[in-house]
Every structure is written in structure tokens, then in C-alpha cells.
């Protein structure tokens, strides 16, 4: 029989009505009061890490998670986080950097309606997030409106509908239906590893979304205050230099030493800036995203960032594929 641990930080799914609107109150205990009998060979335990709205979710808060992780590793075979959508997908890209070399599945869900409510998402979800935790396979994963997603490629894409979530520039890796789950492609059973912890963090990280008209002088107030700068540029990751200069804030930030990675606000295809004028004259020294989600690149920097200042040593981490974040 399997044996899982139920790890609860608050969210959607666990909010009842209060004075002002919604608000996580519900214990793990009570959340599983509310799902109907699992038809798997599992024994859950449940332990309460927070209860928060993910709104109010902080980087710390991810270093509690992946401890408690780590230290029931060997109890048991798998793991599901309840968690708030709002911040979701940045709490799964940073488990899938802080916790390395898993053989067991690490399942991150919640819903957009509380599980208390009449008609809710929140059943299913969990359902779906206990059968997937059984399976044999390792990693950190988004189960969502019954779509299994890579850790690091999950997006919150509505902020109503069931299926909130997409799967950006990667595919699904399953769908899981009431009897079977069936994979995108075959699934490999995990190799012998063992388990990681890696909780470094350096929170001082910008994320900065250009727009036109914006005054290059933001950058000086940034070059002050922050040890890595997230710049999300137009299209394939060009930066204006006519009219309000921005490159040459960014050539200024690079050689303070400040690492600066660019990506687009483009959802889908990555950045790709060798393709105009506007992103061949961006400094080479600058970190290419490729094709990673914003909610992985802001998490994965404050990882790398937390081991090492060294420019090209960042530069060098960014750019390496680590859980399927980079595929080109």
C-alpha cells in the first residue's frame, strides 16, 4: 500500500467566507473530511506547513516546503501540496530547483473555488494529485482540472475557469482520467538517486516588464538595490535604444557585475534575440532565457544567486537545463 503525506499551505482551497471575503481557514484534517473515498491502496498522512493566501506567499516559505519534503523523504512514497493558483507555478519551479534528484512524486495542486462550496474543482483536484502521487515517478508536478505539469513549465493562464492552468512551451506530461491516467509519452521509472536539498536563496532579484515610454533613470534606482535584474522585453527580446535609451542602462548594469537576464512577454516560443538589429546589439554577457517561463526564471535566479555572485558563474547556471525548464 502507498503511503503519501498531505502538505497544506492555505489557498483557494482551503478558504471559508469571512468578513472580507475569502479567507484560508480550513485544517489538512478538514480538507480530507471533504473528499469523497480514495478507490487507490494509499495511506495519507497530513501535515499543516501554512495558512495563507498564495498571494502572501514568500520565498522563505518555499524553503519550508522543501524541507519538509526532504526530512519525510524516506516515510514515504510520495507528496501533494494543496496550495493557493495565484503564486503556484513560482512554489513548483523553486521545488523543482531545491529539491534534486527526486525518485518520488511531488504533486502541487489547490483550485479556484474552496473545497467547502457546493460546486467546486477542489474534489477533483486533489483526487487527481493523490493518484498521480502513486505513480512511480520522480519530480515536482502541477495537477490541474486533470492535466498533469512539468514543475517548471506551469503557467496560471485564467483566473476563473477550472483549467487556470497551461503547460507553456512543454508538453503535458499526462491526463488523468477517473480510471486510468494516460501519459503524453512513456513514462521512465525513476533511477536510483538519492535525494538533494539545495534551499540556497538570494531573494534580491527585480523582475522588470518594459513598456514604451519607460525612463532609462529606472534602472539606476534597480543597480542600487538589487544583486539580479529579470528584464521582460517585446517580441524575441529586443531592447529600445532610440528615443529613451535602455540599452545603455543594461550595459551599465552588466558591467557593475549585476546579471541581467532577458525574456519576452510573449507567453509562447521563447526569446530569441539573434534575430534583429534591436536584440544582436543587447551585450553578450547578458543570460538568455530561451524558452523558460518568467515563474521559473525569477525562482531558478534567486537559487542560483543564493550560491554564487560570480557574473559568468550565473550566466553559466541560468543557461543549463535543470528539470526541463530549457529545451533549445
Not at 498522512?45 to 498564495?54: G, M, Q, R, T, V
Not at 516546503?65 to 513548483?92: C, L, P, R
Not at 509519452?185 to 519607460?214: E, F, N, R, W
Request: charged share 25%; hydrophobic share 35%; glycine share 6%.
Amino acid at each position: 500500500m502507498k503511503k503519501l503525506m498531505l502538505l497544506t499551505t492555505g489557498g483557494t482551497i482551503a478558504s471559508l467566507e469571512g468578513e472580507n471575503g475569502l479567507v484560508p481557514e480550513m485544517t489538512a484534517d478538514e480538507i480530507l473530511r471533504h473528499v469523497p473515498g480514495f478507490d487507490l491502496p494509499c495511506k495519507i498522512d497530513s501535515k499543516a506547513l501554512l495558512n495563507i493566501d498564495s498571494t502572501n506567499m514568500q520565498p522563505e516559505y518555499w524553503v519550508e516546503m522543501a524541507k519538509a519534503v526532504y526530512e519525510h523523504y524516506e516515510e514515504y512514497d510520495g507528496f501533494v501540496i494543496t496550495h493557493g493558483t495565484d503564486t503556484m507555478a513560482y512554489t513548483s519551479a523553486a521545488l523543482s530547483y531545491m529539491l534534486q534528484d527526486l525518485e518520488k512524486p511531488v504533486v502541487v495542486t489547490g483550485s479556484q473555488i474552496p473545497i467547502s462550496f457546493k460546486k467546486t474543482d477542489a474534489k477533483r483536484n486533489i483526487a487527481d494529485a493523490v493518484r498521480f502521487a502513486c505513480e512511480e515517478i520522480g519530480g515536482v508536478y502541477v495537477v490541474f482540472d486533470g492535466r498533469v505539469i512539468q514543475g517548471t513549465r506551469a503557467i496560471k493562464l485564467r483566473t476563473k475557469s477550472y483549467d487556470s492552468f497551461e503547460s507553456i512551451n512543454y508538453p503535458y506530461i499526462a491526463s488523468i482520467y477517473k480510471d486510468h491516467i494516460e501519459y503524453t509519452k512513456p513514462a521512465h521509472s525513476p533511477q536510483k538517486k538519492k535525494i538533494k536539498l539545495d534551499t540556497s536563496l538570494c531573494t534580491d532579484v527585480s523582475l522588470v516588464k518594459l513598456y514604451p515610454g519607460m525612463k532609462p533613470e529606472f534602472f539606476d534606482y534597480l543597480k542600487t538595490q538589487y544583486q539580479g535584474i529579470v528584464i521582460e522585453s517585446y517580441g524575441s527580446g529586443g531592447i529600445p535604444f532610440q528615443g529613451r535609451n535602455i540599452l545603455e542602462k543594461l550595459d551599465e548594469l552588466i558591467e557593475c557585475g549585476i546579471p541581467v537576464v532577458i525574456t519576452t512577454q510573449c507567453l509562447e516560443e521563447g526569446e530569441d534575440i539573434e534575430i534583429y538589429e534591436v536584440g544582436r546589439k543587447v551585450n553578450q554577457n547578458v543570460i538568455r532565457s530561451r524558452n523558460m517561463n518568467t515563474e521559473a526564471i525569477v525562482p531558478k535566479f534567486m537559487w542560483v544567486l543564493g550560491k554564487t555572485q560570480d557574473p559568468r558563474k550565473v550566466k553559466e547556471w541560468m543557461e543549463t537545463p535543470i528539470a526541463d525548464d530549457i529545451t533549445f
